[in-house]
């Protein structure tokens, strides 16, 4: 099941807290320090899988999640429900992760 999260258009607040998690083994996991040495790129795409918003400012990372702090205008979008997809870029190496929990994350734009 998809989790959501509803937004007012042009909604500035409450910002966004992520989980992040690195699978270890098979069976486990542990959270993912973001806190230092990445950068973010948030992207919001509709129905049609054409990007709406492509966010890389005002995302922070953290021992185990990412913030992301909306800015004025990120969210005055067409009311409608958008899929998230998130990316960390290990500036050290040049490599993407990308955020993947079980289940797709949707902004729903009210």
Known sequence: ???S????RSAE???????????LTATT????????GYTFTLRLVDSDNVDVLTKTT????ADGSVV???AVGDLDL??????????ALETGTGKNR?????DPVRIVIV
């Open 58 to 61: 005002n995302i922070t990372g």
């Open 29 to 36: 996991w542990a959270n993912l320090d973001l806190s230092t």
């Open 78 to 87: 067409t009311p409608g429900t958008y899929t998230l997809r998130l990316s």
């Open 98 to 102: 990308t955020h993947s929990p079980g």
């Open 68 to 70: 992301v702090a909306w």
């Open 1 to 3: 099941m998809a989790r």
């Open 5 to 8: 999260f509803e937004y007012e």
């Open 13 to 23: 607040l409450p910002g966004l807290t992520l989980p992040w998690e690195e699978q």
